[in-house]
């Protein structure tokens, strides 16, 4: 008796000969999703948020509104490197959020911030960070008799978030105690409005302070130009604001912006690290920039550890306060070949490299590719497609421009890979901080990956190809399907926008005609410019569900099966297709009888998940499989 039965369905291992895969690895797969051991399509994507068509974003973010549960605030970026974090402030006043836009490797930008009021009331953008005066204050005594004190001033500027920077140069002057001392000079900076300053703070010394210590006298309007400072030392020294900004620099152009546990703030640009104060992200003192030795491409944060990756080798910096990281450098070269290709992870980040997909962690590097793939195939088939990356339940997922991509993941011990065809263009990927959800960006539109409110899609599984020692004839075979499974609910859905799969069938679908650049016309040429919204006469929108929207081009595998099947079986002998059609849950089929060979393999069509396939010489041994 020769039986076989294939469960607990795995990816691919490229690397490994087809004949010598594990019984449930796969040659081949093609969108599916294997976390839980049946085999299962990945799921349409769904449409949670749509912009217009100008100006283009590169991802956006959704912000719940505790005043409005079911309609967050989304806030779009223009780079797909846009980095964006809450202010790590306990209990902010403001609820303020920082980030970086129109930044990405090699191009720096300015980090900005918002409270959320203003993000939801369409307010403009502060610029992080406050800058110093240029000049000093002037002042001048006049009058006065009896003691004569020497007092230096200086002078900051205040923004609307009550945030302070450093101060002007200071400016010393002798005269009688009890004289006028007349401030001004106060310069207005031309961008105090979009640096949000709106007030100036002074401070001078007072007579036995320990040191060239400031105090703080007053504040007022930034358009105030003339102060008369008529306070005695011992009133000043009762206010007892002693001037802490004196190295609070503003941040400079970054490239990329993360958040360290304890409440500060790495950048990057070139080969440079900068880091804020604690709790004060405006504030970035000079003295607590590093360089590493090679280009940063980005970097990530694991624990305590701040993991720089480079154009040659990933840099280890660990501290818990920014005025004493220390740095380690790894001796094994493994260069990031993109930005595009990280994706943070609990068990560390990952990023393409020439010999594979690296895991990087505070202990060390490893490459989760090795054994599965290999180097000359990672380089050939996977490493140059990855346009974005993201972790998505426990697996790495990675998209490409040409309508392809990949999942990596691992069943236990066992890596797999399988492949995504026939996608649309995904101009980025990212997980959503406040549901974990897997995000998309198409053309201009967000949707959610593998959502468990849409269809399953179509999806393709070949198996190893079984090899004996004799020729066989395998006669029948069956298949356990689950024909009953239901979308999930539950989850998040938005009632202002349609799903996807609810789209009206008649056009026009402006959303789709610019939604990925191909034309959507019947009978226009591919990657034509679309026409927006319009038919020709006697034409309809296609009525196909994603991935198969008119126009795309389709990649093999054609993952197509009818409305009225759920599943396709193929088999293989000796590499001929023997048995090919549509089959129903738990019925034996028979295959052709007269021949046999010492190769058969099988490919699994479907788009509902199954749990397993048994095959046998005969029908009755088949019920024992």
């Known amino acids: 008796m020769v039986a076989l039965r294939i469960e607990g369905f795995a990816g691919m291992a490229p690397l490994i000969s087809r004949r010598l895969l594990a019984t449930n690895m796969a040659e081949t797969a093609f ?139 200071p400016v010393t002057v002798t005269g009688h105690l009890n004289g006028t001392w007349t401030v001004t000079g106060f310069i207005n900076p031309v961008n105090a409005a979009t640096r949000g300053l709106n007030r100036i703070r002074l401070y001078r010394t007072i007579s036995g302070s320990i040191g060239t210590q400031f105090f703080r006298v ?53 080969r440079n690290l900068y880091f804020s104060e604690p709790y004060r992200p405006w504030a970035w003192p000079a003295e607590y920039t590093l360089s590493v030795d090679h280009p940063i491409v980005d970097c990530g944060v694991i624990g305590q550890t701040l993991i720089v990756l480079t154009t040659v ?11 004493a990281m220390s740095m380690a450098k790894l001796t094994q070269a493994e260069p990031c070949l993109s930005a595009n290709s990280v994706a943070a992870s609990p068990e560390g980040l990952y990023f393409a490299s020439t010999n594979g997909l690296m895991l990087v962690t505070p202990q060390g590097l490893i490459s989760v590719t090795r054994n599965i793939i290999g180097r000359e195939i990672w380089q050939r088939d996977y490493a140059p497609y990855i346009e974005d990356s993201v972790i998505y339940d426990g697996q790495y997922l990675a998209t490409g421009n040409a309508g392809n991509g990949f999942l990596f993941g691992a069943l236990g011990d066992q890596p ?80 202002s926008v349609p799903a996807f799969d609810t789209l009206p069938t008649g056009g026009p679908w402006p959303e789709l005609t610019s939604l990925i650049g191909y034309n959507q016309i019947n009978g226009a040429a591919i990657n034509a410019v679309p026409a927006f919204g319009s038919y020709p006469p006697g034409n309809t929108a296609p009525v196909q569900a994603w991935p198969y929207w008119y126009g795309i081009v389709q990649d093999v595998p054609e993952l197509t099966l009818p409305n009225d099947a759920e599943c396709e079986i193929t088999v293989l002998a000796n590499g001929v297709v023997v048995w090919q059609g549509y089959v129903e849950d738990g019925v034996a089929y028979r295959l052709p009888s007269g021949y046999k060979a010492e190769r058969w393999q099988f490919k699994i069509k479907t788009r509902v998940p199954v749990y397993n396939l048994q095959v046998a010489e005969t029908s009755k041994e088949l019920a024992v499989v």
């Open 31 to 169: 969108n599916t999703n294997l976390r839980n051991g049946e085999l299962r399509s990945i799921r349409q994507p769904r449409k949670i948020k749509e912009y217009p068509i100008s100006p283009l974003y590169g991802w956006a973010v959704r912000v719940p509104d505790p005043a409005a549960p079911l309609t967050p605030v989304w806030i779009p970026f223009t780079s797909k490197y846009a980095d964006f974090f809450p202010n790590p402030l306990t209990n902010d006043a403001y609820d303020r959020y920082v980030w970086v836009d129109n930044n990405g490797p090699g191009l720096a930008a300015y980090p900005v911030q918002n409270s959320f009021l203003r993000i939801k009331t369409a307010q403009p953008t502060i610029q992080l960070g406050v800058p110093a005066p240029t000049g000093a204050p002037t002042v001048t005594v006049t009058g006065g008799s009896n003691i004569t004190v020497t007092r230096s001033y200086v002078y900051t500027y205040v923004n609307i978030f009550d945030e302070e920077g450093a101060p002007s140069d």
């Open 218 to 270: 007053t504040e007022f309007a930034i358009s105030t130009t003339t102060y008369v400072d008529s306070l005695a030392d011992s009133a000043v020294a009762q206010i007892g604001v002693v001037l802490g900004s004196t190295t609070w620099a503003e941040p400079l152009q970054m490239e990329g912006l993360a958040l360290m546990p304890n409440g500060f703030f790495a950048g990057w640009k070139g």
């Open 313 to 323: 080798a990933p840099v280890f910096v660990t501290g818990v306060t920014p005025s």
């Open 416 to 495: 797999y890979i399988a492949k995504l065809v026939n996608l649309p263009t995904v101009t980025s990927t990212w997980t959503d901080p406040y549901t974990s959800e897997a995000h998309l960006m198409l053309g201009n539109d967000v949707y959610e990956w593998d959502s468990p409110h849409t269809e399953f899609a179509v999806s393709e599984w070949t198996s190893k190809e079984f090899q004996y020692q004799k020729p066989i004839n395998l006669g029948a075979f069956s298949v356990s399907l689950d024909s009953a499974y239901e979308i999930q609910t539950g989850q998040y859905v938005p009632t």
